[in-house]
């Protein structure tokens, strides 16, 4: 029950929030309790009991989530920073605050549906769905060019999705499993001949790769977060948003492994292009958000390096990197937030010395900087350690071109607390205030307790992970040289 | 076996074609003004035929055709009543009751009342 | 001399039927004294929701076998489920035309007897064993219809509309009745299930398949299949909105309904080419309807080809009718009816009192001056483009799963990649309604009855959306449906 307390509890709640919207004394508490009461939930998660019910029989569709696993790290991650993005938005979001703070728990909800579901066709569900609330909030409270953001967001993720719906369909027919459930699934999509697997999982590619993001399908990325409302509570949610790697985790690759290691190549080499590529983004970038953007991009091409060297330690990696980025990442685009309160503006051009005037901001930027670029002792440090780990057992190369990102990112990540903080001081900033010290607080506790406590949350994630290891196993022997890719090879 | 429906569709239509075209080839030919004009029902025709007529008309002829068609199907009905009289009654008493609504909201409209 | 087979009455199945004919005809008398047409629409009403109650009640007594005339008129659960469809639709089309008709000058009383008549068609069409009750539920269902789209009287468009309408109407009618008795000739029989029969093995399966090709044209265009769906922009564009709230969804229900069961009975038993060329046209329709609604800037005529492209999904759900086909139709027609029916009546309350000012412009900035319109028209478009957690989206998932079960894999991507478009331009209102301000004082017409409407049409959505499992597990019947054989 634990489980779907998690999703209903962030549910309900929006709905209350969006009731008490005329009254903002009552519209804050409301989504504040909820938002807290579903932490505690996230963190009773471990050892609950899987929910399973009917839900669409005819179609062999239940409605099954359960709260163990990684879905327990990365549904902890969401909720704690679902705190921080909430206090901003109730404070910081001028008009229709309380339509902001029921969006980001209505994509709360669907995240935390994302990384529970134990059924491919509801975990398909909460993956379309929660787009929704990410398009709203990009269009309704974002910037100028929303319009145009809008339009390119819905157009990768949903041409993306639709070929992963048919994978998903046709999947179950193929295969001939008795229902959508992982566990039906997995038993016997593995011995799909390797053709019809490949197929399947390019169709599903398409939808986790432009989620991911990878290169060359990464531009909303950039776009959204430069576009999302300047408070930065929308982009912790953007960041979450990059559930694609989570996908290739707990579906892609341990329901079709022949598939997976076929096309795994292609997308390792992508994903390492994507950390580099990101990583030079960044450096280049003179917006505050674009860079952010950029700099987390890299992260998902390390996680993607992760994923598809397809060794136990680097998908243990890649998804606790994913958990931990979303601290980090989500932290950095607050203080961002912060900056923009003071100065208006998000050219990194026009800011400098504001260590000076606001020393605690500066010093929770640097933490949340330090953490962001994987300073060991920090939160992104061993989940990007363990990707790269893993990846160089399989495949030293791309793992080696993924590398080169991370000594990138120590340039840019020094760089910009040299921009923002450092140097000359011609406009004083106010230091941090109350609210914004509550704001932080979750953040810089993420970031030490992700830093710090990884073995009790990789252990949990392994047991996941190491499901996804012998599905690989299963089917280790090399395809048949000279086939040919025809789909119907099931038949 | 349908060679004979066949044959009767033959024979008719080189009946009417012969009717034509021998009454064409020997009848007397001579026109007049009187005999070239239009004419109905024996009255000389006046003005043109595209008028516009009062929509009138229309309606009364829907309610011809409501009893029309009423008497259409009372003659199988009649012929197989005792087939199964009750069913018969009752199907009859039915499409009875369902035209007199046509007709009762006919009157109520004003159809039959000229003004 | 006896009647075998016809005297066989059983009254549950022919209640609904029975109560919208006594219904419309106490609505045409009633409305010769009423004053203007609320009484009327208040009788009409009754008589629905009374139809409904006999429906429903038949539907859960359990006797799916249930027929009357000797399988000329089927009371199985596709039937009957689909009977609660049209009902259903009818009922929201009286409430949306409750103020609006008055409100256009279109109030004469004689217009809900005929929608009533017009759904009693649907109804036979839902109900039929046998091609001549189809014929007849077909042209029951047409004629009140065609003087309905000509119901704003001195209105150019609308009598266009109305002309064009019956034309081509029609001209399907003419086709249906060829095709039928083609399919008499080659097999001497009328019921679905006998005409299947003798057409095993025979050698008459050429005409049989040239009939059948007729009778898909014919059905195909009361359903606007591409090419047989040119009608239906411009009826949609130039009839009342509240005619098309009726129109797009009974008639469509209507058509379907018959198709499903001439696809599951007598289609395979005719020559494959037939399959083959109802691919075509499912194929013509999805890409049709998709791309042709995603030019449109007026929203009827955009809904008008949307109605089109649900088509094309509802024929992939008729290419796998022995797969499921059968039951996600039927779903996918419950959640279309209303998610349909709740569009237009928004529609009708933003436009003018016309039916003119249907532009997108015109919905720019709706999010801020009716917010409660706005979420209701955003859900329905979600739903409508197949976004999950609504109706829309279990349907669009159940007739692709069947489409795959069925084999027709390339088919299922087609439907896939053009829902991808389809998405773009029922997005394209929700990016109006909430990310652009509005150029001019919305309309301030409010209707109780269009309110309780949309929802209606809302929560229904949303339900089968949430909570799909019961609905559907009700309408898979499986080898029941051919209660015809």
Redesign the interface.
């Known amino acids: 029950m634990t489980a779907v307390l998690t999703i209903l509890v962030p549910l309900v709640t929006a709905a209350l929030v969006l009731l008490l919207r005329n009254s903002v004394l009552l519209a804050r508490l409301a989504a504040m309790a909820g938002a807290v009461a579903t932490l505690v939930l996230a963190v009773l998660l471990p050892g609950s009991r899987p929910f399973s019910a009917e839900w669409l029989p005819g179609l062999g569709v239940s409605f099954s989530v359960d709260g163990n696993g990684a879905a327990s790290v990365l549904v902890f991650a969401v909720t704690l920073m679902m705190i921080p993005a909430l206090l901003v938005a109730l404070t910081r979001v001028e008009k229709g605050a309380a339509g902001f703070a029921a969006l980001l728990l209505a994509a709360e909800a669907g995240l935390a549906g994302i990384f529970m579901a134990r059924d491919l066709i509801v975990f398909y569900v909460f993956w379309e769905a929660t787009l929704v609330p990410g398009l709203l909030l990009l269009g309704l409270y974002g910037g100028e060019k929303r319009r145009e953001a809008t339009t390119k967001y819905l157009v990768y993720a949903v041409t993306g999705s639709f070929f992963m719906l048919v994978s998903i369909l046709a999947l179950k027919t193929l295969s001939g499993a008795a229902s959508f459930d992982v566990i039906d699934l997995m038993l016997v999509t593995p011995d799909l001949p390797v053709v019809t697997q490949t197929w399947l999982f390019i169709g599903l590619a398409l939808g986790m790769a432009v989620k991911l993001p990878i290169w060359p399908l990464h531009s909303w990325l950039i776009d959204l977060n430069e576009q999302n409302h300047p408070s930065g509570a929308a982009d912790v949610l953007g960041s979450l948003y990059k559930v694609g790697a989570f996908g290739f985790f707990a579906w892609g690759i341990p329901l079709l492994p022949a598939g997976a290691s076929r096309v795994g190549p292609v997308l390792l080499a992508l994903a390492a292009v994507t950390a580099l590529y990101g990583a030079f983004g960044a450096i280049g970038s003179t917006h505050l958000k674009r860079f952010l953007a950029y700099g987390s991009l890299s992260h998902m091409g390390i996680i993607g390096v992760g994923i598809f060297g397809m060794h136990l330690a680097g998908l243990n990696g890649a998804m606790y990197f994913l958990a931990a980025q979303m601290v980090s990442t989500g932290g950095l685009f607050l203080v961002g937030g912060m900056l923009y309160h003071r100065r208006r503006t998000f050219d990194l051009r026009e800011y400098g010395g504001v260590a000076r005037s606001a020393p605690a901001l500066a010093a929770l930027g640097l933490l949340t900087i330090f953490a962001f670029i994987g300073v060991p002792g920090l939160s992104n440090f061993p989940g990007e350690f363990m990707s790269l780990l893993g990846a160089f057992k399989n495949a030293p190369w791309p793992a080696a071109v993924a590398t080169l990102a991370v000594i990138a990112a120590g340039v840019y990540g020094v760089n910009l607390y040299q921009r923002v903080f450092q140097g000359p001081s011609d406009v004083p900033v106010k230091d941090l205030d109350g609210l914004e010290m509550y704001v932080l607080l979750p953040v810089v506790v993420g970031v030490l307790w992700f830093g710090v406590m990884a073995a009790p949350q990789l252990r949990r994630i392994e047991a996941q992970s190491q499901l996804t290891a012998l599905q690989l196993e299963r089917v280790a022997a090399p395809p048949m040289p000279g086939e040919t890719l025809t789909l119907g090879g099931a038949e | 076996m349908y060679l004979e429906v066949l044959m009767m569709f033959l024979a008719a239509g080189l009946i009417a074609a012969a009717a034509l075209v021998v009454g064409g080839l020997l009848g007397p030919k001579k026109p007049g003004e009187v005999k070239l004009s239009a004419y109905e029902s024996g009255v000389p025709a006046v003005g043109s035929a595209r008028e516009r007529f009062p929509v009138h008309f229309y309606l009364v002829a829907m309610v011809f055709i409501i009893f029309d068609l009423e008497t259409a199907f009372f003659y199988p009905l009649a012929v197989?009543f005792q087939?199964?009289p009750q069913?018969l009654f009752a199907n009859a008493v039915i499409f009875v009751a369902?035209l007199a609504?046509g007709y009762?909201?006919l009157l109520?409209?004003g159809v039959l009342n000229w003004k | 001399?006896?009647?075998p087979g016809v005297?066989d009455i059983d009254w549950n199945v022919m209640a609904p039927a029975v109560s919208l004919l006594i219904t419309a005809?106490v609505a045409?008398?009633f409305g010769?004294s009423a004053r203007d047409s609320r009484g009327p629409a208040a009788v009409a009403l009754i008589g629905v929701l009374t139809a409904g109650i006999f429906a429903v009640a038949h539907l859960f007594s359990g006797n799916e076998s249930a027929a009357s005339f000797g399988l000329r008129y089927l009371g199985d659960v596709p039937a009957t489920a689909l009977t609660l469809v049209i009902l259903l639709g009818t009922a929201m089309a009286i409430l949306v035309s409750w103020d609006q008709l008055e409100r256009g000058g279109m109030g004469q009383p004689e217009y809900y007897p005929l929608m009533l008549l017009s759904a009693l068609g649907a109804v036979v069409m839902a109900s039929a064993g046998d091609l001549i009750t189809l014929i007849l539920g077909l042209e029951i269902m047409s004629l009140p219809a065609y003087a309905l789209s000509a119901w704003r009287t001195r209105d150019r468009q609308s009598e266009e509309a109305g002309m064009k309408y019956f034309l081509l109407g029609a001209f399907g009618s003419a086709m249906l009745i060829y095709g039928t008795a083609l399919l008499y000739g080659a097999s001497g029989s009328f019921v679905y299930g006998a005409v299947a029969a003798a057409l095993q093995g025979g050698n008459l399966t050429l005409l049989a398949t040239a009939g059948g090709a007729l009778v898909l044209a014919g059905l195909g265009f009361k359903a606007a299949l591409a090419p047989f769906h040119q009608w239906a922009p411009d009826v949609y564009t130039g009839a009342p909105t509240v005619v098309v709230t009726f129109m797009s969804v009974v008639i469509k229900v209507g058509a379907f309904a018959a198709l499903l069961r001439i696809a599951a009975t007598v289609f395979p038993a005719l020559q494959p080419w037939l399959l083959t060329a109802l691919a075509v046209i499912v194929a013509l329709t999805l890409v049709v309807g998709n791309f042709t609604a995603l030019m449109q800037r007026g929203l009827k005529r955009m809904l008008a080809y949307s109605s089109v492209a649900h088509a094309g999904y509802l024929g992939l759900a008729l290419l796998a009718a022995n797969h499921g086909g059968v039951a996600a139709a039927a779903f996918y027609l419950s959640v279309y009816a209303l998610m349909n029916a709740g569009a237009f009546a928004v529609l009708t309350l933003v436009t003018d009192a016309s039916d003119h000012g249907d532009d997108l412009e015109r919905f720019a900035g709706l999010g801020r001056t009716r917010p409660g319109l706005a979420a209701a028209m955003a859900v329905f478009m979600l739903s409508l483009g197949g976004i999950p957690l609504l109706g829309g989206f279990t349907g669009k998932v159940l007739v692709f799963q069947a489409t795959i079960d069925a084999g027709h894999v390339w088919l299922a991507v087609l439907g896939i990649a053009t829902s991808v478009v389809a998405l773009f331009y029922y997005f394209r209102v929700i990016a109006y309604m909430y990310f652009r301000e509005s150029s001019h004082a919305p309309h301030t017409f409010r209707s109780t009855p269009a309110r309780v409407a949309i929802a209606v049409a809302l929560v229904g959505t949303v339900l089968l959306g949430i909570l799909p499992g019961w609905w559907h597990t009700l309408l898979s019947v499986g080898p029941r449906f051919l209660a015809g054989y």
């Open positions: 197989k087939a199964a069913f369902i609504v009762v909201y109520r409209k | 001399m006896s009647f005297l005809i045409l008398v010769l």
